[in-house]
């Protein structure tokens, strides 16, 4: 009887089937974000593996004598959104938002980002890395000066450092006997090699006026031989701000 039973009913077989065979979903309670607390660590697929780079990068920072590297996550004309061949940062952290700072001693490494990149962050880098979530070069210098000795020596790409931001590292620094050092030779790039991506060569091209909101005429280059109103000194260069009807314009003075 029971064979007649479910014979004379297939579409009950195999609905049976398919409950006794399905997975019940699972909640992954925030799992797709790593957890470095548990042994081992879990890490979601988005994850990147930086334990090559990170030894590499620290045999290179071995032969400057460096403690520690700063890694801006910017190129050499402070673009926020760069390209493939500048993501220094995103290559060695795994993390690429398009803010944030890295910063690598001997022993450890950390990023610095604003909230916007939290999340992100913890999804991308491996338990190599810290998460800072603050900003700004204040607490890099707090977390150095616990993290590096006395006399240690912090190296940095000087073509990625603003004048602004490099002053403010130094200052922070001043005392602590720690140094500052500009290092001329990306060591990211270094260690990055042959993998790292192309410089881009696209062919550019000018924007409309009604999405740049001027015009690319000639433009006049005051004096300011008396230093007038609105004129300042740069490197002891002259320069003037004024306002056009794209906004406010620095031209360096003649």
Known sequence: MARAHWGCCPWLVLLCACAWGHTKPVDLGGQD????????PYLPVTVVNTTMSLTALRQQMQTQNLSAYIIPGTDAHMNKYIGQHDERRAWITGFTGSAGTAVVT??????????RYWTQAERQM???WELHKEVGTTPIVTWLLTE??????VGF???LLSIDTWESYDLALQGSNRQLVSITTNLVDLVWGSERPPVPNQPI???QEAFTGDSVSPVSFPTCSNAG???YSVGGK???QRYQSSGLQTLACT
């Open 33 to 40: 974000v790593r957890n470095c607390s548990t042994n081992p």
């Open 106 to 115: 001997m022993k450890k490494a950390a990023v610095w980002t604003d909230s």
């Open 126 to 128: 491996d338990c190599n």
């Open 148 to 153: 590096i000795p006395a006399g240690g020596r």
């Open 157 to 159: 790409d000087p073509f």
């Open 205 to 207: 091209y000018a924007l």
């Open 229 to 231: 109103p609105g004129c």
């Open 238 to 240: 002259l320069h003037h």
